[in-house]
């Protein structure tokens, strides 16, 4: 049995608590994959650095009813996917070589799991135990229980990015935000997409009015294929992949498409159960996530555990880059001060989808407003302002933009903000700022300049079109 002082189980986030304060104390990094985890690997960054080509491929081809004939002639896949993965290749060895090159710091690449509360046991049988471990060890992806999803040419966003050739076309499976995000990918960049979806509707955890809008979008971007349940993938006599799908209402009805690449953007499942979490008695929630209090302390029969800590897309239901870069600085902290433990504020946490149009979102949908109004003896007022609506907007001859704004009439307290359209990961930061350090909508809307005619002014209308206090003479 080796000892250390701390384990850390995952590479991504979890690699960044080691601050100078950790400089003394013997620590072991836990990474079977790899190294630096899913967003620098396959996950935030190497899609944005594809999706960002596709957007320029995009809005090329709708730059006619700007007056401008733009021609996409061809598309370098090989070389576009050695840039980028050239890159990211780069920074997660030398990420490596660093950690494996500090005194004090031993790289583990095998997979572990508990063994007894606080023993870890790797997959040679090596046990390794210490004081304060810390399990970031993340997410992976989801596979549907169907027959044909091991066949050659069916990828998930862990694979698909590498590909050897540009696919003619790609069945994407899925409605979520990477099954939007890798359709925009391929047609971006000149594939015909096929997305195939169990329900009716789009981007299901998103505001209604975002998910409408999104889902009209798409459809005139893409083969939009909408309640049909995957049952199944076969290989033509061609060497194509052949998708079967039944209607998800229970009907008789049956689907059918060809594809070069099949896709499955079907969600992903925290990798709480890899570590085996009942052999250390530790909570699991429904959703199979760590259980942890808002320390980052993982629980054990409600009860937090002295010493074990978790982040990121193991114990956090957002399953996003930055709350898990936030999670770390609480656990960064709160191990090496345990007297004075941080909490990590999860209030407003943002999203964005890089899809065309973009999108963005904090805080309640209205859906959600409306449920804590009734709650809580309190009205609601919305706004919601076209892109098109304001002078860059005309520039840009835009027809799809939105941005709904929810607030509490009473306060001006904003609830929720909801975009989709160019920049909108950018567009709601202020919202986001604002929510943060409480100020009010009429405050934030008269409070600062908001440069003429930028597309930010969509933001500035959207604001002052709520009636709150503060926007109205007199109050």
Known sequence: MRSFDLIIVGSGSGNSILTDEYADLDVAIVEPGRFGGTCLNVGCIPTKMYAYPATVGDQARDAIRLGLDAVIEGVDWPGMRDRIFARIDAISKNGLQYRESLDN???????????????????????????EIVLANGSRVSIPDVLGTDLPGVHTSDTVMRLDEFPRDVIVVGGGY?????????????????QLNRSQRLLREHDDTIAERFTREAAEQWDLQLGWTLSGIERAEDGRLTVSAQASDGSAQHWDGTADVVLL????????????????????????????????????????VTGVWALGDVCSPYQLKHVANAEARTVSH??????????????????????????????????????????????????????????YGWAMEDHAGICKLIANARTGELLGAHLIGRDSSNLIQP?????????RAHEMARGQYWIHPALAEVVENALLGLDVPGQRTGD
Request: aromatic residues 6%; charged residues 25%.
């Open 265 to 304: 953007a079907t969600g992903r499942v925290p990798n709480a159960d890899t570590l085996r979490p009942e052999a250390a008695h530790l909570d699991v929630t429904g959703g199979g996530l760590l259980a942890v209090d808002e320390y980052q302390r993982v629980l054990s029969d409600g009860e937090p």
């Open 334 to 391: 709160n191990v090496v001060h345990p007297q004075d433990l941080r909490a990590t504020d999860h209030r407003y946490v943002p999203s964005a989808v890089f899809t065309e149009p973009q999108i963005a979102s904090v805080g309640m949908t209205e859906v959600q407003a409306r449920e804590w109004a009734a709650r809580n003896d309190e009205r609601i007022t919305i706004k919601e302002q076209d892109f098109g609506d304001v002078a």
């Open 105 to 131: 710091v031993t790289v583990i690449q095998e997979y572990v799991h508990f063994v007894e509360p606080k023993v870890l046991e790797t997959e040679s049988g090596q046990r390794i135990i210490a004081d």
């Open 431 to 439: 919202l986001v700022q604002g929510m943060s350090f409480g100020l």
């Open 178 to 194: 990477v099954a939007a995000e890798f359709c925009h990918v391929f047609r971006g960049l000149g594939a015909s997409v096929t």
